[in-house]
Protein backbone atom coordinates (compact mmCIF):
# COMPACT_ATOMS: atom_id res chain seq x y z
CA UNK A 1 0.00 0.00 0.00
CA UNK A 2 0.76 3.88 -0.41
CA UNK A 3 -1.49 6.18 0.78
CA UNK A 4 0.17 9.15 0.52
CA UNK A 5 -0.71 8.36 -2.99
CA UNK A 6 -4.03 6.48 -2.57
CA UNK A 7 -6.74 4.71 -0.80
CA UNK A 8 -6.44 1.82 0.45
CA UNK A 9 -9.70 -0.16 0.59
CA UNK A 10 -10.97 -3.59 1.69
CA UNK A 11 -14.04 -5.21 -0.12
CA UNK A 12 -16.07 -8.12 1.08
CA UNK A 13 -17.97 -9.95 -1.85
CA UNK A 14 -20.11 -12.57 -0.12
CA UNK A 15 -21.15 -14.51 -3.62
CA UNK A 16 -24.17 -16.25 -3.04
CA UNK A 17 -24.36 -16.51 0.81
CA UNK A 18 -26.71 -15.44 3.78
CA UNK A 19 -30.13 -14.96 4.28
CA UNK A 20 -31.18 -11.54 5.56
CA UNK A 21 -31.32 -12.46 9.40
CA UNK A 22 -27.87 -14.16 8.67
CA UNK A 23 -26.32 -11.05 6.97
CA UNK A 24 -27.93 -8.94 10.00
CA UNK A 25 -26.29 -11.21 12.24
CA UNK A 26 -22.79 -10.82 10.42
CA UNK A 27 -22.87 -7.07 9.86
CA UNK A 28 -23.81 -6.24 13.67
CA UNK A 29 -21.15 -8.37 15.22
CA UNK A 30 -18.40 -7.12 11.92
CA UNK A 31 -19.56 -2.75 13.39
CA UNK A 32 -17.75 -2.74 16.36
CA UNK A 33 -14.51 -4.88 14.94
CA UNK A 34 -14.07 -2.40 12.04
CA UNK A 35 -15.09 0.89 13.58
CA UNK A 36 -12.04 3.67 13.39
CA UNK A 37 -10.51 1.66 10.20
CA UNK A 38 -8.04 3.91 8.20
CA UNK A 39 -9.35 2.12 5.02
CA UNK A 40 -12.38 2.02 3.14
CA UNK A 41 -14.66 -0.90 4.23
CA UNK A 42 -17.38 -2.33 1.79
CA UNK A 43 -19.77 -5.10 1.80
CA UNK A 44 -21.02 -6.39 -1.93
CA UNK A 45 -23.89 -8.58 -0.52
CA UNK A 46 -26.80 -10.59 -2.91
CA UNK A 47 -29.23 -8.82 -4.06
CA UNK A 48 -32.31 -9.73 -1.33
CA UNK A 49 -29.87 -8.26 1.61
CA UNK A 50 -29.39 -4.94 0.18
CA UNK A 51 -31.94 -3.69 1.79
CA UNK A 52 -30.94 -5.32 5.28
CA UNK A 53 -27.53 -4.13 4.69
CA UNK A 54 -27.96 -0.84 3.89
CA UNK A 55 -30.44 -0.56 7.00
CA UNK A 56 -27.78 -2.13 9.30
CA UNK A 57 -24.96 -0.09 7.77
CA UNK A 58 -26.53 3.50 8.64
CA UNK A 59 -24.34 5.64 10.47
CA UNK A 60 -20.99 3.59 10.14
CA UNK A 61 -18.22 3.28 8.55
CA UNK A 62 -18.98 0.62 6.45
CA UNK A 63 -20.26 1.30 2.75
CA UNK A 64 -22.37 -1.29 0.70
CA UNK A 65 -22.45 -2.95 -2.99
CA UNK A 66 -23.87 -5.03 -4.94
CA UNK A 67 -22.52 -8.25 -6.58
CA UNK A 68 -23.41 -7.15 -10.56
CA UNK A 69 -25.51 -4.81 -12.06
CA UNK A 70 -26.90 -4.91 -15.86
CA UNK A 71 -26.05 -2.16 -18.80
CA UNK A 72 -29.20 -1.20 -19.66
CA UNK A 73 -31.59 0.78 -17.58
CA UNK A 74 -34.71 -0.83 -17.79
CA UNK A 75 -36.07 -3.53 -20.75
CA UNK A 76 -37.02 -7.43 -21.07
CA UNK A 77 -34.09 -9.00 -18.91
CA UNK A 78 -35.84 -11.28 -16.58
CA UNK A 79 -33.85 -11.69 -14.07
CA UNK A 80 -31.48 -8.86 -14.30
CA UNK A 81 -30.70 -5.48 -11.98
CA UNK A 82 -30.05 -2.38 -13.32
CA UNK A 83 -27.59 0.56 -12.12
CA UNK A 84 -30.00 2.65 -11.83
CA UNK A 85 -32.23 0.57 -9.55
CA UNK A 86 -29.13 0.01 -7.41
CA UNK A 87 -28.63 3.81 -6.77
CA UNK A 88 -32.21 3.94 -6.08
CA UNK A 89 -31.67 1.80 -3.38
CA UNK A 90 -28.98 3.65 -1.97
CA UNK A 91 -26.11 1.45 -3.09
CA UNK A 92 -22.62 3.31 -3.34
CA UNK A 93 -20.08 0.05 -5.50
CA UNK A 94 -21.21 -2.41 -7.77
CA UNK A 95 -18.90 -4.94 -8.33
CA UNK A 96 -18.65 -5.85 -12.00
CA UNK A 97 -16.53 -7.92 -14.20
CA UNK A 98 -16.30 -11.00 -11.60
CA UNK A 99 -14.47 -14.15 -12.41
CA UNK A 100 -17.58 -16.17 -11.86
CA UNK A 101 -19.54 -14.14 -13.69
CA UNK A 102 -17.19 -14.53 -16.94
CA UNK A 103 -17.01 -18.22 -16.32
CA UNK A 104 -20.16 -19.11 -15.51
CA UNK A 105 -22.53 -16.62 -16.65
CA UNK A 106 -21.21 -15.53 -20.19
CA UNK A 107 -19.95 -12.08 -19.69
CA UNK A 108 -17.46 -10.84 -21.89
CA UNK A 109 -14.75 -8.29 -21.98
CA UNK A 110 -17.18 -6.21 -23.97
CA UNK A 111 -20.26 -6.54 -21.58
CA UNK A 112 -18.11 -6.13 -18.81
CA UNK A 113 -17.45 -2.43 -20.63
CA UNK A 114 -20.70 -1.92 -21.12
CA UNK A 115 -21.85 -2.89 -17.37
CA UNK A 116 -18.99 -0.22 -16.60
CA UNK A 117 -20.47 2.23 -18.12
CA UNK A 118 -24.21 2.07 -17.03
CA UNK A 119 -22.80 2.00 -13.39
CA UNK A 120 -21.08 5.13 -14.25
CA UNK A 121 -23.35 7.06 -15.87
CA UNK A 122 -26.09 5.63 -12.49
CA UNK A 123 -23.37 7.17 -10.36
CA UNK A 124 -22.61 4.28 -8.89
CA UNK A 125 -18.54 3.47 -7.49
CA UNK A 126 -17.23 0.63 -9.66
CA UNK A 127 -15.09 -2.42 -8.33
CA UNK A 128 -13.53 -3.54 -11.70
CA UNK A 129 -12.41 -7.70 -11.92
CA UNK A 130 -9.87 -8.41 -14.03
CA UNK A 131 -7.39 -11.69 -14.07
CA UNK A 132 -5.97 -14.53 -16.12
CA UNK A 133 -6.56 -18.26 -16.03
CA UNK A 134 -4.37 -20.65 -14.96
CA UNK A 135 -3.16 -21.81 -18.17
CA UNK A 136 -2.62 -18.67 -19.04
CA UNK A 137 -0.29 -17.48 -16.55
CA UNK A 138 1.41 -20.84 -17.23
CA UNK A 139 1.44 -19.87 -21.02
CA UNK A 140 3.53 -16.97 -19.81
CA UNK A 141 0.52 -14.27 -21.08
CA UNK A 142 -0.74 -13.10 -18.25
CA UNK A 143 0.13 -9.42 -18.44
CA UNK A 144 -1.78 -9.76 -22.47
CA UNK A 145 -4.79 -10.41 -20.54
CA UNK A 146 -4.81 -8.23 -17.56
CA UNK A 147 -3.63 -5.63 -20.18
CA UNK A 148 -6.26 -6.16 -22.85
CA UNK A 149 -9.13 -6.62 -19.77
CA UNK A 150 -8.33 -3.31 -18.46
CA UNK A 151 -8.18 -1.56 -21.46
CA UNK A 152 -11.13 -2.84 -23.20
CA UNK A 153 -13.31 -2.19 -19.69
CA UNK A 154 -11.93 1.18 -19.55
CA UNK A 155 -12.99 1.97 -22.93
CA UNK A 156 -15.08 5.15 -22.78
CA UNK A 157 -13.82 6.20 -19.35
CA UNK A 158 -12.91 9.58 -18.56
CA UNK A 159 -9.93 10.59 -16.38
CA UNK A 160 -12.05 12.21 -14.11
CA UNK A 161 -14.69 9.35 -13.99
CA UNK A 162 -11.49 6.97 -13.06
CA UNK A 163 -11.64 8.75 -9.69
CA UNK A 164 -14.99 6.28 -9.29
CA UNK A 165 -13.15 3.30 -10.28
CA UNK A 166 -11.31 0.63 -8.28
CA UNK A 167 -9.42 -2.07 -10.23
CA UNK A 168 -9.20 -5.76 -8.70
CA UNK A 169 -6.22 -8.05 -9.89
CA UNK A 170 -8.52 -11.58 -9.04
CA UNK A 171 -6.41 -14.60 -10.45
CA UNK A 172 -8.73 -16.80 -11.88
CA UNK A 173 -6.85 -19.99 -10.68
CA UNK A 174 -6.74 -18.16 -6.70
CA UNK A 175 -10.42 -17.42 -6.54
CA UNK A 176 -12.15 -20.39 -4.23
CA UNK A 177 -9.20 -22.92 -4.16
CA UNK A 178 -7.36 -21.91 -1.50
CA UNK A 179 -4.10 -20.71 -3.82
CA UNK A 180 -3.05 -17.69 -3.10
CA UNK A 181 -1.04 -15.67 -5.86
CA UNK A 182 2.61 -14.96 -3.68
CA UNK A 183 2.75 -11.34 -2.30
CA UNK A 184 5.67 -10.95 -4.88
CA UNK A 185 3.70 -12.28 -7.83
CA UNK A 186 0.44 -10.23 -6.85
CA UNK A 187 2.59 -6.96 -6.79
CA UNK A 188 3.81 -7.60 -9.91
CA UNK A 189 0.85 -7.77 -11.83
CA UNK A 190 -1.04 -5.17 -9.94
CA UNK A 191 2.29 -2.87 -11.07
CA UNK A 192 1.73 -3.71 -14.66
CA UNK A 193 -1.72 -2.80 -14.66
CA UNK A 194 -1.23 0.52 -13.36
CA UNK A 195 1.84 0.82 -16.00
CA UNK A 196 -1.60 0.39 -18.61
CA UNK A 197 -3.11 3.13 -16.43
CA UNK A 198 -0.70 5.14 -16.97
CA UNK A 199 -0.20 4.84 -20.83
CA UNK A 200 -3.92 5.41 -20.75
CA UNK A 201 -4.63 8.32 -18.59
CA UNK A 202 -0.64 9.29 -17.56
CA UNK A 203 1.32 9.38 -14.55
CA UNK A 204 -1.27 11.79 -11.58
CA UNK A 205 -4.23 9.10 -12.63
CA UNK A 206 -2.22 5.64 -12.53
CA UNK A 207 -0.80 6.29 -9.17
CA UNK A 208 -4.24 7.47 -7.55
CA UNK A 209 -5.91 4.57 -8.68
CA UNK A 210 -6.85 1.54 -6.06
CA UNK A 211 -5.68 -1.50 -7.25
CA UNK A 212 -6.67 -4.56 -4.77
CA UNK A 213 -5.99 -8.13 -4.81
CA UNK A 214 -8.67 -10.53 -5.03
CA UNK A 215 -7.29 -14.08 -5.10
CA UNK A 216 -7.53 -16.09 -1.71
CA UNK A 217 -6.91 -12.90 0.74
CA UNK A 218 -7.23 -13.90 4.07
CA UNK A 219 -6.30 -13.09 7.80
CA UNK A 220 -2.96 -15.28 7.37
CA UNK A 221 -1.48 -13.18 4.26
CA UNK A 222 -3.27 -10.33 4.59
CA UNK A 223 -0.88 -8.42 6.14
CA UNK A 224 2.23 -9.81 3.37
CA UNK A 225 0.20 -8.76 0.59
CA UNK A 226 -0.58 -5.50 1.81
CA UNK A 227 3.48 -4.53 2.56
CA UNK A 228 3.62 -4.68 -0.93
CA UNK A 229 3.61 -0.88 -2.81
CA UNK A 230 1.10 -1.80 -5.44
CA UNK A 231 -1.32 -3.73 -3.59
CA UNK A 232 -4.25 -1.27 -2.08
CA UNK A 233 -6.31 -3.08 -0.32
CA UNK A 234 -8.48 -6.64 -1.60
CA UNK A 235 -11.29 -7.92 -2.56
CA UNK A 236 -11.78 -10.69 -0.14
CA UNK A 237 -14.35 -13.90 -0.90
CA UNK A 238 -14.23 -16.53 1.95
CA UNK A 239 -13.26 -14.99 4.56
CA UNK A 240 -16.01 -11.80 4.38
CA UNK A 241 -18.22 -14.39 5.69
CA UNK A 242 -16.50 -14.51 9.05
CA UNK A 243 -16.31 -11.23 11.17
CA UNK A 244 -13.07 -11.98 12.62
CA UNK A 245 -11.43 -12.51 9.74
CA UNK A 246 -12.41 -10.00 7.69
CA UNK A 247 -11.98 -7.61 10.24
CA UNK A 248 -7.69 -8.88 10.71
CA UNK A 249 -7.36 -8.08 7.13
CA UNK A 250 -9.01 -4.65 7.51
CA UNK A 251 -6.77 -4.06 10.50
CA UNK A 252 -3.74 -4.80 8.33
CA UNK A 253 -4.87 -2.71 5.92
CA UNK A 254 -5.16 -0.12 8.44
CA UNK A 255 -1.72 0.15 9.56
Known amino acids: MNKNLRKAVIAGNWKMNKTRPEAKALIEELKPLVAGADCGVVICVPYTNLETALEATKGTNIAVGAENCHWAESGAFTGEISAAMLKELGVQYVVIGHSERRQYFGETDVTVQKRVRAAL ?39 AELKNIILAYEPVWAIGTGKTATAQQANEVNHYIRTVVEGLYGKAAADAITIQYGGSMNAKNAEELLDQPDVDGGLIGGASLKAPDFAAIVKAASR
Do not use: P
Open 121 to 159: DAGLQVILCIGELLEQREAGITEEIVGMQTKVALGGVTE
